[in-house]
């Protein structure tokens, strides 16, 4: 059957479709209000997001899909020059990045997509491969280094995050089968991560010495003033809601709250409000949330990042003061802090919450408390 429009973009069902990065059920009204008339497709292919009132953004890549794309590219380039290559990203989405590789070397751009505060768009990301009888993957100038526990990795290991090691050796792998060599020796390199990374919040994390390579979905999402604007009414339209401030917290709050509907803020946790006759939940990993909630958490402590702090003493007395801090700030909002694996390190707040929506008899169920 011919696909029937009202307007352009609108799905077959008429039930709009599902975003294949976040897992939100894009509402048909959403897509009948875009002037785009490939919106639906956009939407599929994972690029591309859509705000309540039509308007599409695209969405930038990670350092871990572009680091992904120079070691592919740097293997591929041994047996001759490579200009655009295909990606996996950890979302199960194939991308398409132009590249310039050629004798071994690439170099791949990041993308930033429609996000206007992103500090590493535009950033250059090199690998040098070499053939040899086994695959080794070495993290040189520009990428930092843990000097802080609690983050993606051991204290002195390079700034990679699983997710974006494991999509690179993917990449990596599929460039020697396609070549056909044993192996490859690749040296990662950001030639301007050091200067770039004194923009981002790496220095404040214990990340010393350069950019992460991250992405636990291989997207950046996109954000600027329309994006606030639309967070704010998801937020307010939902009887029960839940905001997050990461894609762990995204993940897990599906999970251990699935009758409410999940909002992902990132940082902007300032603008924040709930109206009196929800049940909000605000949930994700401590260190934002915490430092949010009382910025001098770290004052006097030794620690000089919240997530070492939470990691080494998760009974520190700062933990459970910041965590009363954000009950005054959404006195009628339950805080739960994560872990990286979903388990729930401290709740307060919302005192009655459970009782009325059972959620804890769900959580009890889920292995996480």
Not at 270 to 275: C, H, M, P, R, V
């Amino acid at each position: 059957m011919p696909e029937q429009r009202d307007r352009p973009g609108r799905s077959e069902s008429g039930q709009g479709c599902t975003d294949p990065v976040t897992g939100f059920a894009v509402p048909d009204s959403w897509i009948r209000s875009c002037s785009d008339a490939g919106a639906l497709e956009k939407i599929k292919s994972g690029r591309w997001t859509i705000l309540s009132g039509g308007i599409l953004c695209r969405r930038g890549l990670t350092t871990g899909t572009t680091a992904a794309a120079a070691c592919k590219g740097a293997v591929l380039s041994l047996v001759g020059p490579v200009n655009c290559l295909d990606v996996m990203t950890p979302a199960g989405i194939s991308v398409r990045l132009p590249v310039v590789a050629a004798k071994g070397f690439c170099l791949a751009v990041k993308e930033g997509g429609d996000h206007q505060f992103d500090v590493t768009a535009g950033l250059e990301i090199a690998a040098q491969a070499r053939p040899a009888g086994e695959t080794a993957l070495h993290a040189g100038k520009g990428i930092g280094r843990i000097t802080a526990r609690g983050l993606c990795d051991e204290v002195g290991r390079p700034a990679i995050s699983p997710s974006a090691r494991r999509q690179i050796m993917s990449a990596i792998a599929e460039a020697l089968e396609e070549t056909g060599l044993a192996g490859a020796t690749v040296e990662l390199t950001v030639p301007r991560g050091e200067e770039i990374a004194e923009k981002t919040l790496n220095p404040r994390l214990g990340i010393a010495g350069g950019v992460s390579i991250l992405g636990s979905t291989g997207f950046v999402e996109p954000w600027n003033d329309h994006f606030a604007e639309d967070r704010a009414q998801e937020i307010k339209n939902a009887p029960r809601v839940v905001v997050t401030t990461g894609r762990t917290g995204l993940k897990f709050s599906r999970i251990l709250f699935p009758h409410h509907k999940a909002v992902l803020m990132g940082s902007r946790l300032d603008s924040l409000a709930f109206k009196k006759d929800q049940e909000s939940v605000l949930c994700g990993l401590p260190a934002l949330i915490l430092k949010w909630a009382w910025p001098e958490i770290l004052e006097n402590t030794g620690y000089g990042t919240v997530a070492e702090m939470v990691e080494k003493e998760p009974q520190h007395k700062n933990i459970a003061r910041a965590l009363e801090a954000a009950c005054r700030r959404l006195p009628a909002t339950r805080i739960v802090l994560l872990g990286r694996d979903g388990s729930i390190l401290a709740e307060a707040g919302g005192d009655d919450f459970g009782a009325r929506d059972g959620s804890k008899g769900r959580e009890k169920e889920a292995g996480v408390l």
